[in-house]
Every structure is written in structure tokens, then in C-alpha cells.
């Protein structure tokens, strides 16, 4: 077999609002399972090979992390197979893209925001080739 990530695992403000962002970039996600713990409630939507297991925040007052420069997650790197239909769902949606430059030969990318300001990033390969869509020279 073959080593694969099968889930991350977020802390989220609004479920709702990441189910419904993930959901519009992507709408072949699904939610497998919607749970209440005794202090949050939570999810696991994707496919049924990996998923995102999402948990709602226990509410403070204060986010106190500032993105690429304190511990945690930067964004989170999705492959689809069209990247400008995902633009187009999730701006007619109302979501913030991220104008980062990304040109690549080998891949497009696009960063989004969902609601809670976390980012995510989304790649089509435009090659089948390892090396290619490895390729970092660029």
C-alpha cells in the first residue's frame, strides 16, 4: 500500500460555514458524519478515501495567532480537477481569493479564504508526470 494522508483535522468557528465552503469548491465532498461532543460539535466531510475532520471552536474572546508566523496551520492544499470552475463557484459565492502570484508550467493554484479567514489552496496538475508536477524550480 501506499502512504497517504487520510484526514486533517481543524478547529473551525461556524461548522456550517466551512461545510458550506468546502462544499462549494468541491460539491463531490460529503459530510460523512456530524457528531456532538459534550463541549463542541463536529464533522468529517470528503470522500470516502480521506476527509477533513472539523471541530467547532469553544468560543474566547481572542484569536490570538497571526498565519505564517505562529505555530498552526498556514492553509490547506487541495487537488481538483478544474481550477478556474472552483474560482468561479466560490467567488459568485462570495468568497475572498487570495491574489498570491502562482504560475507554474506544471500546475495552476488558486488561495481562497472561507469565513473564519482560513485559507485554502486548491491545485490542478496540468501533467501525470512525477516530475513535473514536483518540479520547485520555479
Known amino acids: 500500500m501506499k502512504p497517504y494522508v487520510e484526514h ?6 461556524h461548522l456550517e460555514n466551512t461545510i458550506q465552503f468546502l462544499q462549494t469548491a ?3 465532498f460529503t459530510a460523512r458524519h456530524l457528531g456532538q461532543h459534550q463541549m463542541y460539535r463536529w464533522c468529517h466531510i470528503g470522500t470516502d478515501e480521506t476527509y477533513l475532520a472539523l471541530q ?3 468560543e474566547r474572546d ?42 507554474h508550467p506544471w500546475r495552476t493554484r488558486i488561495y481562497f479564504f472561507d469565513r473564519d479567514g482560513i ?7 496540468l501533467s501525470d508526470e512525477p516530475s513535473q508536477r514536483n518540479d520547485y524550480s520555479r
Do not use: C
Open 62 to 103: 481572542a484569536i490570538d495567532r497571526t498565519p505564517y508566523r505562529d505555530l498552526g496551520i498556514n492553509h490547506i492544499g487541495l487537488v481538483v480537477d478544474d481550477v478556474a470552475q472552483v474560482r468561479d463557484r466560490l467567488l459568485r459565492a462570495g468568497y475572498r481569493e487570495n491574489d498570491l502570484e502562482t504560475r
Open 119 to 125: 485559507e485554502w489552496e486548491f491545485t490542478q496538475y
Open 26 to 28: 468541491i460539491p463531490e
Open 56 to 58: 467547532e471552536v469553544i
Open 8 to 13: 486533517a483535522n481543524l478547529t473551525v468557528r
